[in-house]
């Protein structure tokens, strides 16, 4: 009986592969998991986004360049690679190009030997990283873009790099297209095609021919290997699908979230960069991501099924600076705290269906800590659960599950349940799994956990599950008001409980727990910590003064009713008048009922591209919004370089109306955006 029991477990069949599945290229590179971009052109040394073309070349010359520091930094950051921008879209060469005279072979830096490519495959090697080139298909610089003679040049310069470097692991091809530039000398504009300019079709055969295993990411052209997530920002969807369909173009949602039916496996790369911007701007050594953004960037793009390529800018002198290697480190460091201690690993696992009765699909499978096992169930199960059962009351506040994606990624919904107090606890839902989904949750002390799929494409397939009480970082939380007046109050981290008091007393963790927003009126001084119950450690008090609240109040002039983002609370959230406005352009509020002014405040647009900050202006008061008076006037001292709140006093005025006229702003244009607005009252 024993042995035909065996023949039957070992009879049992795999599931077959359902839709789509990962190439081994792309399965490679999604377990690296998270890699480096490093930027560094001419435009460095000009405080430039974007080099014109006709940057200096005797202005490169990093005399402490060093690729073992940058290498030496991303290895200790987690990454398992790093991308270097080899030509960026001025045209410069960080390598000895033989095509071009406007590389570094004709810079000052090491008298013209130098070659940043070379140093840079050499220091991947050294640390045991991944190599990878971006090349921008805009050039700025060379005569012929635009014409067919650009394409010989850039396939050129592509094999160089593919040729000459060793093993590149990805290229990278940036979506920017067109546009002014020197271009030689002529200074004008130029435009093409994007979707056939640039042949892609045969610089995909060039890439496979030269480096067979090398991933492509094109956000340009023809559909790369992986896939732009439509933001810069470091998130990816919290579904997000690893699928496209082949050919088409591809709107910003299907970027975002993928395509549940998508018919070619494009996953997603979510790339960001550690400071603002992606080339060193001086004024940004104090923007570096702390340690808790970074982790919410780990968490919102590797663990939403996705790989994460975080940018480290190059100071002239060829160094990171030193806030971005410490917050990097750091970053490195949380990381391994919080996955150091896998509970499921010394737990036992139970699913509600294992496929065949077959031990080869059992749910010990997903807690073995083999990446090549994995619990099945019976191809017409497509709704079950699986059970760890960690042995006592323990500490969780973190759930990691990863699919079998060699088989294709079948999970279209779960949820988590914790075993409390005898009973089932829902703590958290999700749709997509894929290659890895992590999700956070506020720690409960459970004796079992359940994983409940309750609904699959076909019967699902999950090779590991982690569970953890990973460290919560207490920082001060932030509190908001909306237009409403609800009080919100959050942090970066998942994790963390709040305690909160409205008559200026300190909070403590027997203060009033926050469950949600908190509706106020008048005008609240509001104290809050994060608490975590696990170590029983606070943050610091946060501390914020609202005045009246504004749930009254009317923006005047325009019809555009996302203006009220402006009165919403959420810095984050911006608004821009028309671009028909010419300067000086008003803003016009009514507050709903006269009120005793004595200031105001200004938030301005902190994005990176045209914000519309405004730098001059007037502030106007009226009663009746007839006759107006003008109550201050002046500038936002510094505000390009410290883009937060603006506060104005002004001598005590009764008033019911507010116009804030801009006069300037720091492009020199009419653009005007706005984040926040409010008023100081008596």
Known sequence: MFLSTSVGISQVKAPAAFGPVPTKNQMRVQEMESYAFVHFSLNTYTDQSWGFGNEDIKLFNPEKSDCRQWARICKAAGMKGIIITAKHHGGFCLWPSKYTEYSVKNAPWKNGKGDMVREMADACKEYGLKFGVYLSPWDRNHPDYGKPEYITYFRNQLTELLTNYGEVFEVWFDGANGGNGYYGGANET???????????????ELIHKLQPNCMIW??????GDFRWVGTESGYVGETNWSLLNATGEVPWNNLHFGVENGNAWVPAEVNTSIRPEWFYHPDEDTKVKTVSQLMDLYYNSIGRNGTLLLNFPIMPNGLIHQNDEKAAIEFGKAVKEAFVNNLALKAKAKGTNVRGNSEKFGADKAIDNNKDSYWATDDAITAASLTIDLGKPTMVNRFLVQEYIRLGQRVKSFTIEAFVDGNWKEITRGTTIGYKRIVRFPSVEATKVRLNITDSKSCPTISN???????????????????????????????????????GSEP??????????????????????????????????????????????????????????????????????????????????????????????????????????????????????????????????????NPLWQIKRISPEKARYIRLRAIKNTENNSNCGYAEIDVITE
């Open 190 to 204: 130029r435009t093409i095609d994007r979707t056939t300019y640039y042949d892609w079709k045969k610089t995909y």
């Open 218 to 223: 094109n956000d340009g052209g023809d559909r």
């Open 465 to 503: 599950i982690g569970v953890y009480n990973a460290p919560v970082f207490l920082d001060a939380p932030s509190i908001t008001r909306n237009q409403s007046g609800d009080i919100i109050i959050s942090t970066n981290d998942i994790g963390p409980l709040f305690f909160y008091t409205l008559d």
């Open 508 to 641: 403590t963790s027997h203060s009033e727990k926050y469950t949600g927003p908190v509706s106020t009126n008048g005008k609240p001084a509001v104290k809050a910590i994060a608490y975590d119950p696990a170590t029983s450690k606070s943050s610091p008090v946060a501390v914020e003064q609202f005045d009246i609240c504004r749930k009254d109040w009317r923006i005047l002039e325009t019809q555009d009713k996302n203006a009220y983002s402006i009165l919403d609370g959420n810095t984050a959230t911006v608004w821009h008048q028309g671009k028909d406005q010419k300067m000086p352009v008003d803003l016009v509020i009514d507050l709903g009922k006269e009120q005793n002014l004595s200031g105001f405040k200004y938030h301005p647009d902190q994005g990176m591209w045209g914000p519309g900050i405004i730098t001059h202006y007037e502030f106007y008061v009226s009663s009746d919004n007839e006759k107006w008076k003008l109550a201050d006037q002046g500038e936002f001292s510094n505000i390009k370089n």
